[in-house]
């Protein structure tokens, strides 16, 4: 019996044992399983390649020897759960990125804001803060922050503790300074901030029209009306299906005509919601809702 | 020999990834526009910028217009979400990551630098061995650090197949040295023998 058993195994061998690929696929569809049965969160919309490039790096940092361990440690411990999401999500941002595309906002969107009387402004996906400082810095510039409420969301909690902090690494502080003055700033960048130590640490002036909120793309409702929506290089991250599913969100909560800036690669052209946006600028990547009435 | 790869693979290539760094745009020129328009395979290339280039995006489009006036081939840079079409060259767009999802369309992202590099030749290449298994070209040309390696391994490991240029036709030639060092290379090639070699290969599999 015992060797009919062996040689059982050893056909299966040679032919239909699945490969290592196939393995680590599989162990990671069910740590996607253990996640949303037990936190709620689906990352299987998540695009996979870059997911499973940051799960390996995870098991490297966690000194882990295959996905499989990851799955009872997620499941019984929160706290696990909490570092894994910090590893997985990218969180890498900097002030003004792309400072032309802050250009033209300021430049051609701030002007058509100035007509509404409080402007409600939702930056989904703000990691570590940078952006929404950058953005907020613009609004004081052309007179709109008094009336500006700058809604702040992002999934990892850890992230967004330093955002509300808005204390950045002063080796930082050149590179910000030079996208700021790219992006047409009026002022000098070290108006912003007060340097201590090796920190830069941003007015409390810009901090008041912020608020943050742990808000996750993938299951929460929109939260109030906006006019305007910035979500840059989150969506690269995120399948078709999802991608669609959080455009749909985002038309829902923007005022009729309001506007939505995504990243610099980030597309509608494959997108189904296609036609509920217009491009006001194509290159910048920035779109305004279409109503149908 | 060549041959006989093929015939023991018993399969069709599909891609074609190449990484390339310092000194790249002309160990290109001598690449890519000797691809007929019908070439069979997607053409997929992570292209390290320096510093300089990747602050303005005009420096990217040059690339690609360069290329696109040049090439048989249809040329351009690979969209995030977007289907990969063959007869096609793809370019990775500067100061993002480009990885191939299993559906065979591309996806991006802004991890931090691998090997010092965004887009990294690694991050491609294992993404894309992943997705076309045995079914992929890797090919890693001139440049200056050791990124293409470990990627180029993987492609090896999938049963894809690993070109090398011959570091001694290339502009700089750290990263061929790196990539041959891990022993994994099926054939190491003259800077002017690749496209050549390429297109017989192709040739041989559809005859
Ligand atoms: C690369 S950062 C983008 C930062 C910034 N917007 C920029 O472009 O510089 C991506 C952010 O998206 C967040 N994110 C990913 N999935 C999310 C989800 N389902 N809900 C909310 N935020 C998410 C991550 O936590 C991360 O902070």
Redesign the interface.
């Known amino acids: 019996m015992k060797m009919q058993a062996e040689s059982t195994i050893k056909q299966k061998t040679v032919s239909q044992l699945p490969s290592h690929g196939e393995i680590i696929d599989f162990e990671i569809k069910l740590l996607i399983e253990a996640i949303q049965f037990r936190y709620g969160y689906d990352f299987s919309h998540y695009a996979q390649a870059s997911l499973t490039r940051r799960i390996s790096s995870c098991l490297k940092k966690f000194e882990l020897g295959n996905v499989s361990e990851l799955i009872p440690k997620i499941i019984h411990d929160v706290e696990y759960f909490e570092s894994f999401l910090r590893e997985v999500s990218v969180t890498v941002t900097e002030m003004f990125r792309d400072p032309l595309v802050f250009k033209v906002l300021r430049d051609k969107i701030f002007t058509q804001l100035q007509t509404y009387s409080r402007i409600n402004i939702w930056h989904a996906g703000c990691a570590t803060g940078e952006e929404v400082y950058s953005l907020a810095i613009m609004l004081k510039e052309e007179g709109l922050l008094s009336r500006s409420r700058i809604y702040a969301t992002d999934f990892n909690n850890h992230s967004l503790a330093i955002a509300e902090q808005g204390i950045y690494k002063a080796e930082k502080i050149p590179l910000f300074t030079k996208n700021y003055l790219l992006t047409g700033g009026k002022a000098s960048f070290a108006d912003y901030y007060q340097a201590k130590h090796s920190h830069a640490i941003m007015h409390e002036e810009l901090k008041q029209h912020m608020t943050f909120a742990h808000h996750n793309l993938i299951k929460d409702q929109c939260f109030a009306q906006m006019h305007l929506i910035i979500c840059r290089n989150v969506l690269i991250y995120f399948d078709r299906t999802l991608q669609d599913s959080v455009l749909g969100l985002f038309h829902q909560s923007l005022v009729h005509r309001g506007y939505l800036l995504l990243g610099d690669k980030e597309s509608l052209d494959f997108s189904q919601k296609k036609n509920c946006f217009t491009a006001i600028a194509k290159e910048q990547r920035i779109f305004q809702k279409v109503s149908y009435e | 020999m060549l041959l006989m790869k093929i015939a023991a693979l018993n399969n069709t290539y599909k891609a074609l990834v190449i990484g390339v760094s310092a000194g790249g745009f002309q160990a290109l020129k001598h690449i890519l526009p000797r691809f007929p328009k019908n070439f069979p395979l997607s053409v997929i290339i992570v292209q390290h910028r320096g510093e300089a280039v990747q602050e303005t995006s005009s420096k990217d489009d040059f690339l690609i217009h360069h290329f696109q006036q040049h090439c048989q081939m249809t040329v351009k840079e690979a969209?995030?979400?977007?289907k990969i079409c063959k007869s096609t060259i793809y370019f990775a767009?500067a100061k993002?990551?480009l990885?191939?999802?299993?559906e065979e369309s591309f996806?991006?992202?802004?991890?931090?630098p691998v090997n010092f590099s965004i887009p990294s030749i690694d991050?491609l290449f294992?993404?894309a061995s992943?997705?076309y298994?045995n079914c992929l070209i890797g090919l890693i040309l001139t440049g200056a650090n050791s990124d293409g390696s470990m990627g180029l391994r993987e492609i090896h490991l999938?049963n894809g197949l690993t070109l090398v240029q011959n570091p001694a036709t290339a502009d700089v030639d750290v990263m061929p040295k790196a990539a041959m060092e891990s022993h994994t290379v099926d054939y190491i090639l003259p800077l002017l023998e690749i496209a050549p070699f390429l297109c017989d290969l192709m040739q041989e599999e559809k005859g």
């Open positions: 969209i995030s979400g977007e767009p993002y990551h990885l191939i999802e299993k996806s991006l992202s802004l991890e931090p991050v294992e993404s992943a997705c298994k999938n």
